[in-house]
């Protein structure tokens, strides 16, 4: 720029000293600067508005080219469908959205506002990232699934698809030994249909597909770091089940009211239960009262560790242990038109390695192999057997079943209603943040 200047003042000394020979100049100065004329010397002798009218233009037909900023770093605005685009990349600066805070009440509604208290939340920050990325992945895969799973789509479609999606937006596939260690599934899809409530995905060559008169409840797991987000909605295709659908998700959120630091656990169990059982259901001109599945419960969430030992019930009961701060809990509901009561049954999917596993001396190769397997790639993360085909893994069951008869690895069976009843289910991750609650799962969708 600063020669372009000089270059400009040396013309304007060598031209005439009249007002019009000095704004022609001035107006041919700057169109050769834009590369828009190349003309003689003879240009000098036009008119004053000639001159004005062709900078004018000149100053018009710069602005036009001006060329567009570039996007720093190109990456997308906005996600695709099926999603795709990692969190990290659609949230560059790191600030990833926040869940529902919900204040504490009665003799903790001093938190809210207690410096010490808020200082403590602040320390935790890396915390609080981490369990927010995987939120927003979680967020945003489900409210994918649940615009798109349809009847007639087979279960392993359905399950892959979301699998997919999470390991896309957490931006770790898993296929690298360790990346799932770092992100991605912090828990199998349960895909658990009608009676069964529970822990059912299908293993390799499942062939089973969703029927419109299916109730499904859709569990999914995210995390970063081991930081776990735990969420689970129902899908139902006939409005009969609506009452159903609705016991459920009012129930959860009450259990997610009544939590808190310092609540006991009895305590959320007997509101949720009170709220759950106030519902009814007609299918097939027979009412049936929605009852509470008396032996599910939600949990609390360690880093890395699934189910971290204590349990909130939803039924009343006499447990006196109460929620601390700085804990992570799943609130988890679950209703049936049947006997409110679940059993083990049909075959078994999903497994986790013991935090606490023993010291055992293993015979079989091929159950340290899969035990290889296992720590390298998911350490204490829950897992199923499709993860492990995924991993190229074969001929690994009779191995896998010595691991849980040898007390390293626990498997989880379907757990399942009697047979002809319809059960549902909902649940949220909630941080019990030093001055507030972080209902960090919550979305536009539930």
């Given at each position: 720029?600063?020669?372009?200047?000089?270059?400009?003042?040396?013309?304007?000394?060598?031209?005439?000293?009249?007002?019009?020979?000095?704004?022609?100049?001035?107006?041919?100065?700057?169109?050769?600067?834009?590369?828009?004329?190349?003309?003689?010397d003879?240009?000098?002798?036009?008119?004053?508005?000639?001159?004005?009218?062709?900078?004018?233009?000149?100053?018009?037909?710069?602005?036009?080219?001006?060329?567009?900023k570039?996007?720093?770093?190109g990456?997308?605005?906005?996600?695709?469908?099926?999603?795709?685009?990692?969190?990290?990349?659609?949230?560059?600066?790191?600030?990833?959205?926040?869940?529902?805070?919900?204040?504490?009440?009665?003799?903790?509604?001093?938190?809210?506002?207690?410096?010490?208290?808020?200082?403590?939340?602040?320390?935790?920050?890396?915390f609080?990232?981490?369990?927010?990325?995987?939120?927003?992945?979680?967020?945003?895969?489900?409210q994918?699934?649940?615009?798109?799973?349809?009847?007639?789509?087979?279960?392993?479609?359905?399950?892959?698809?979301?699998?997919?999606g999470?390991?896309?937006?957490?931006?770790?596939q898993?296929?690298?030994?360790?990346?799932?260690?770092?992100?991605?599934?912090?828990?199998?899809?349960?895909?658990?249909?009608?009676?069964?409530?529970?822990?059912?995905?299908?293993?390799?060559?499942?062939?089973?597909?969703?029927?419109q008169?299916?109730?499904?409840?859709?569990?999914?797991?995210?995390?970063?770091?081991?930081?776990?987000?735990?969420?689970?909605?129902?899908?139902?295709?006939?409005?009969?089940?609506?009452?159903?659908?609705?016991?459920?998700?009012?129930?959860?959120?009450?259990?997610?009211?009544?939590?808190?630091?310092?609540?006991?656990?009895?305590?959320?169990?007997?509101?949720?239960?009170?709220?759950?059982?106030?519902?009814?259901?007609?299918?097939?001109?027979?009412?049936?009262?929605?009852?509470?599945?008396?032996?599910?419960?939600?949990?609390?969430?360690?880093?890395?560790?699934?189910?971290?030992?204590?349990?909130?019930?939803?039924v009343?009961?006499?447990?006196?242990?109460?929620?601390?701060?700085?804990?992570?809990?799943?609130?988890?509901?679950?209703?049936?038109?049947g006997?409110?009561?679940?059993?083990?049954?049909l075959?078994?999917?999903?497994?986790?390695?013991?935090?606490?596993?023993?010291?055992?001396?293993?015979r079989?190769?091929?159950?340290?192999?899969?035990?290889?397997?296992?720590?390298?790639?998911?350490?204490?993360?829950?897992?199923?057997?499709?993860?492990?085909?995924?991993?190229?893994?074969?001929?690994?069951?009779?191995?896998?079943?010595?691991?849980?008869?040898?007390?390293?690895?626990?498997?989880?069976?379907?757990?399942?209603?009697?047979?002809?009843?319809?059960?549902?289910?909902?649940?949220?991750?909630?941080?019990?943040?030093?001055?507030v609650k972080?209902?960090?799962?919550?979305?536009?969708?539930?």
């Amino acid at each position: 720029m600063a020669a372009q200047a000089s270059e400009g003042m040396e013309k304007l000394k060598l031209s005439d000293s009249t007002a019009s020979k000095t704004k022609t100049n001035g107006a041919k100065s700057a169109l050769k600067e834009n590369g828009e004329l190349d003309r003689d010397d003879s240009d000098e002798e036009a008119d004053d508005d000639g001159a004005a009218g062709e900078a004018t233009t000149a100053a018009k037909k710069k602005r036009k080219r001006k060329p567009k900023k570039k996007k720093a770093g190109g990456n997308a605005k906005a996600q695709t469908s099926p999603p795709t685009v990692p969190i990290s990349n659609l949230f560059q600066n790191k600030v990833y959205p926040e869940g529902e805070i919900q204040e504490y009440k009665n003799e903790n509604s001093y938190r809210t506002t207690n410096e010490e208290k808020r200082h403590l939340d602040r320390m935790n920050q890396d915390f609080l990232t981490e369990y927010r990325e995987a939120a927003e992945a979680h967020r945003q895969v489900r409210q994918w699934a649940q615009k798109n799973i349809k009847p007639g789509q087979t279960l392993t479609e359905i399950a892959e698809g979301i699998e997919n999606g999470v390991r896309a937006l957490t931006n770790h596939q898993g296929l690298e030994e360790g990346d799932n260690i770092k992100g991605g599934m912090g828990f199998p899809t349960g895909l658990s249909i009608n009676n069964c409530a529970a822990h059912y995905t299908p293993n390799m060559g499942n062939t089973m597909v969703l029927q419109q008169d299916d109730v499904m409840k859709v569990d999914i797991g995210a995390h970063i770091n081991g930081r776990i987000v735990d969420s689970a909605f129902t899908l139902a295709f006939e409005p009969k089940y609506d009452n159903l659908l609705a016991a459920v998700k009012d129930a959860t959120n009450t259990g997610v009211r009544e939590a808190g630091i310092d609540v006991r656990m009895c305590d959320i169990g007997a509101a949720i239960q009170e709220v759950m059982e106030s519902y009814e259901v007609e299918l097939g001109g027979t009412t049936y009262p929605v009852k509470c599945i008396r032996n599910l419960n939600g949990h609390n969430i360690g880093q890395y560790q699934i189910h971290g030992g204590k349990s909130v019930p939803i039924v009343k009961g006499g447990d006196q242990t109460k929620m601390e701060e700085g804990e992570v809990f799943a609130i988890e509901t679950f209703g049936s038109t049947g006997k409110g009561f679940v059993r083990d049954d049909l075959e078994t999917s999903h497994y986790c390695k013991r935090h606490d596993a023993p010291n055992v001396a293993l015979r079989l190769s091929s159950a340290k192999s899969v035990l290889n397997t296992i720590t390298k790639n998911f350490g204490t993360l829950p897992f199923c057997r499709r993860y492990l085909d995924r991993l190229g893994q074969d001929k690994y069951l009779l191995g896998l079943n010595n691991l849980v008869s040898s007390g390293i690895v626990e498997s989880y069976p379907p757990l399942c209603d009697v047979k002809g009843s319809y059960t549902a289910q909902y649940e949220h991750t909630i941080l019990l943040r030093p001055n507030v609650k972080e209902v960090i799962s919550r979305g536009d969708d539930f």
